[in-house]
C-alpha cells in the first residue's frame, strides 16, 4: 500500500488560511472545505473554505458545499478534494469521528478524499517561533485505510515552506481574522466569507503578495 500513497501538497493560500482560522478559533473545532485537483501520485491542495468552528449539521454540510462548488466552477480540473479540521483539544492529533464521518460522505471525482489535521500545539510552535517549528510540521494528512477510517498517513509538504512558515507566523502575530461561512451568514452583508480563493479582499489580500502566488 506504501507503494500507491499519494503525496500531499499545500499551497501556501490554503496553508494560511486553514491556520489562520485555526488561530482564531483556538478554543473550539474547526471544520472546512479543501479544493484542488489530483493525480495517481499527488494530491494538490490549492484553497480551503471553512465552514465552521463547531460540529457541522447536515444542512449546513450540504448548503456549504454546494456553495464550494459553485465558487471553483470552471476553474478547469478544479475540484472538492477533501475536508480539514482544527481539534479542539490542544493535544489531538488525528481526527475525530465527526471529521472521518463526514470524509465518508463526500463526493469526489475520482479517489477518496484527503483528510488534512492541524497540529495545534506546532502551529502554536510556529508562531512563537520557540523550537523553529515549520509549516510543514503543523499538518497531518490521512487516507482511508481497509477499516476504511481516515487514519492512513499520508507523505505531506507544504510549497515555499520558508516563506509560508514567516508569513503565517507575521499573520497570527497580527492577530488576522479568518471567518468561515457560519460568520458570514451571522454578521450578513457586513462581512465576507474569507478564504484562500478570495484574496483581492479580506485578510489575505496583504499576505499574498509576500508568498510570491497570484
Not at 479517489?111 to 497531518?140: H, I, M, Y
Request: with cysteine.
Amino acid at each position: 500500500m506504501a507503494d500507491t500513497k499519494p503525496r500531499i501538497t499545500i499551497s501556501p493560500q490554503a496553508f494560511l488560511t486553514i491556520s489562520l482560522h485555526s488561530a482564531f478559533y483556538s478554543n473550539a473545532v474547526g471544520h472546512g472545505v479543501l479544493v484542488g485537483t489530483k493525480s495517481d501520485s499527488e494530491v494538490m491542495v490549492e484553497h480551503a473554505f471553512p465552514i465552521c468552528h463547531e460540529v457541522p449539521t447536515k444542512p449546513l454540510l450540504d448548503t456549504a458545499m454546494a456553495l464550494v462548488k459553485s465558487e471553483i466552477t470552471g476553474e478547469g480540473d478544479t475540484a472538492i478534494i477533501g475536508w480539514f479540521t482544527s481539534p479542539e483539544i490542544l493535544s489531538d492529533t488525528k481526527a475525530d469521528a465527526v471529521s472521518m464521518r463526514i470524509c465518508a460522505n463526500i463526493s469526489t471525482d475520482s479517489a477518496d478524499p484527503v483528510l488534512l489535521v492541524l497540529q495545534s500545539e506546532k502551529l502554536g510552535e510556529l508562531a512563537s517561533s520557540s523550537k523553529g517549528t515549520t509549516s510543514s510540521e503543523c499538518f497531518k494528512a490521512f487516507g482511508r485505510d481497509f477499516g476504511k477510517q481516515w487514519l492512513e498517513p499520508l507523505p505531506l509538504i507544504v510549497l515555499q515552506e520558508t516563506i509560508t512558515t514567516e508569513v503565517t507566523r507575521e499573520a497570527i502575530r497580527k492577530g488576522v481574522v479568518m471567518y468561515d461561512l457560519t460568520d458570514h451568514w451571522l454578521h450578513g452583508s457586513s462581512s465576507l466569507w474569507q478564504h484562500s480563493v478570495n484574496t483581492s479582499s479580506g485578510p489575505l489580500r496583504d499576505f499574498i503578495p509576500k508568498l510570491n502566488v497570484s
